[in-house]
């Protein structure tokens, strides 16, 4: 076989041309948000709606067992910070998809949903940092609120699947 | 008089020693999602780990030799060397989950952020290693362990329903949401936290530290079996708590701090403050376990010299392993990586280990040359192949377990 010009060999070559063009389409994709398929969706939807019911439900938990007095030093915002870190990542796990086109009318009631839980989140782990035992009440209150909601979508969610 | 309180130590710190990062987030993570259903993997774990742990003691009773000291002498150097990468690489592993199991906990004590804590850990788990003598070392954080008994006391105070639970427990009853796929990745992740490979390793590496002799072998076999099974029923604790408070609110366990909560809703501050010494003990006293182990294993298959009984600059190449293995552990905790995610993968991956850990140990006890007539009899060997048909099962299933649930999510 003659020696390409570069000093390859053709096959070579061609190997290496496959492979970078391979890794060209794999870094374009990579760059895209990642679009699965009803299934997929649906699976991804029902993971998300499931780890931010457990997220809000500690929530609600940690600042109700606060307002007790349960708690040593500052653990219940150990708890709230954690949680909150989880339901944003719970949050994003969806939001960062691109929704197939069946998904697309439920696609802002189920992000909006999430965004709304991470931010009552949120709202628990700052009235619960600063001491301030109205706002915690007034927490309390939110969190079952959209506990609420997010038992709804994630029973309707399960029946689907 | 002397006697009866060294065995009564032995017991008592075999109780507070048992549970260690891997069995409190498991057990929480298992009972708040499928309640008490997996209550038997937690008593077939426990009574392996009696079995194997017994075998080992009496071997290093009966040697003056750890058991894996024996295993290349024994299997061959081929054999031995596969031996030591596939249990140490999982006890490496859990040393990781453990040193960022100590930051957590005293993350929930003071505040501070745990990536800033794991240097300061690191230091003194290695300080420990270096200076503190075995004894005190095992005996203080054994006793302190004993703070989880909390969880005994804060499932009694909760006042469940205990014929649901029991319910949940005989007829192994699995929540209806739950997949049964699931439920089994989490049987054999369960299974993996009570049989951790590092606990025969310490146990009679611990046992030549502390000169065990033949005459030793029945206050060892009080110890496993009265110790261990009481350390498993604070396993059950944990599980029951989570199964009683966290389950019926759909709480699935991600955080330390979420493993405490039932304490702090049944015994209030100073059950959550007694809880977090319990953290903090267990977690502590299984990093120097596994810590040692990783440094055991090494020194034993090259035939260096190895224990904390030996001046540092006699087992020079030990120490260098122990400072080695540190490094590497806050070296992997600084990158930010969940130490709830390392404990989750350590335990799954030391179930995949466990046939290379507990194998050798049941050849070499059966060994006459070694053991005459305290090798194996048929009770032991029985009980010994049962479980070990059992562990390559566990063996076998964990990796497409994993993956099939997704680290079973």
């Known amino acids: 076989m003659a020696p390409h010009r570069f000093g390859y060999t053709g096959d070579v070559a061609k190997r290496l041309a496959g492979a970078l063009v391979g890794a060209v389409l794999l870094a374009s994709t990579g760059c895209r948000p990642s679009a699965p398929d009803q299934q997929g969706w649906q699976s991804a939807a ?16 940690t600042v109700r067992q606060g307002l007790l007095h349960r708690f040593v030093g500052r653990y219940s915002v150990v708890v709230l910070t954690y949680s909150e870190e989880a339901a944003g990542k719970a949050a994003d796990s969806v939001s960062t998809l691109q929704p197939p086109p069946a998904a697309r009318p439920s696609y802002d009631a189920l992000t909006g949903l999430l965004s709304d839980a991470t931010e009552a ?41 | 008089m002397k006697k009866f309180f060294a065995v009564a130590l032995g017991i008592l710190t075999a109780i507070g020693g048992f549970v260690d990062i891997g069995d409190l987030v498991t057990n929480a993570q298992v009972g708040a999602r499928f309640g008490l259903s997996l209550a038997w993997v937690v008593i077939v774990g426990v009574l392996g780990i009696c079995v194997f742990a017994e075998m080992s003691g ?27 990468l596939g249990s140490m690489a999982v006890t490496l592993l859990t040393f ?42 095992e005996n203080v954080l054994g006793l302190l362990g004993l703070a989880l008994l909390v969880y005994v006391v804060a499932l009694w105070k909760l006042g469940p329903n ?21 439920w089994c990745y989490y049987a054999v992740a369960l299974f993996g936290a009570a049989m951790t490979p590092y606990e025969v390793f310490f ?14 072998i029945a206050t060892m076999r009080t110890n496993v079996f009265i110790g261990f099974p009481l350390g498993g029923l604070l396993s059950l604790s944990i599980a029951g708590c989570a199964a009683v408070v966290l389950g019926p609110l759909d709480i699935t366990v991600d955080s330390l701090g979420q493993v405490a909560l039932p304490v702090a809703v049944a015994l209030g501050k100073v059950g959550l403050a007694v809880a977090l010494v319990g953290f903090v003990a267990a977690t502590f006293g299984a990093a ?50 969940d130490p709830i995610l390392v404990t989750e993968a350590s335990v799954v991956f030391s179930a995949v280990a466990l046939p290379l850990t507990y194998f050798p140990i049941l050849v070499v006890a059966n060994d006459q040359d070694y053991m005459g007539t305290h090798a194996n009899g048929r009770l032991a060997n029985g009980l010994g192949t049962f479980f070990l048909v059992v562990i390559v099962v566990a063996a076998l299933a964990a990796i497409p377990l994993m993956a099939l649930t997704r680290m079973g999510s």
């Open chain 2, 288 to 337: 120097c376990e596994t810590g040692l182990s990783v440094g055991y294993s090494i020194a034993q298959y090259f035939g260096w010299q190895w224990g904390k009984y030996v001046r540092p600059d006699v087992a020079a190449r030990f120490h260098l392993v122990l400072v080695l293995s540190t490094l590497l552990a806050v070296g992997v905790l600084m990158t930010t990586v």
């Open chain 2, 162 to 182: 205990w014929s649901d639970l029991a319910h949940q427990w005989v007829a192994v009853a699995k929540p209806g949401d739950e997949d049964w796929m699931t």
């Open chain 2, 96 to 137: 990781i989950a453990e040193i960022g199991g100590v930051a957590l906990s005293l993350e929930l004590v003071s505040s501070v952020n745990e990536l800033l804590l794991v240097p300061f850990v690191a230091f003194l788990v290695w300080a420990v290693l270096w200076r503190a003598r075995f004894s005190v070392m």
């Open chain 2, 58 to 84: 009496r071997v290093a009773a009966v040697s003056g030799r750890a058991t894996f000291d024996l295993v290349r002498e024994r299997l061959g150097p081929r054999m031995g060397l596969i031996n030591l």
């Open chain 1, 46 to 61: 029902e993971q998300a709606v499931t780890d931010m019911v457990s997220e809000v439900a500690t929530s609600r938990l």
């Open chain 2, 203 to 216: 146990f009679s590496s611990g046992g030549v530290e502390e000169k065990w002799r033949p005459q030793d």
């Open chain 1, 121 to 161: 989140i949120s709202s628990a782990r700052i009235a619960v940092g600063a001491g301030d035992a109205e706002q915690a009440r007034q927490a309390v209150t939110e969190l079952s609120q959209v506990l609420a909601k997010l038992r709804v979508l994630a029973d309707r969610l399960q029946a689907a699947t």
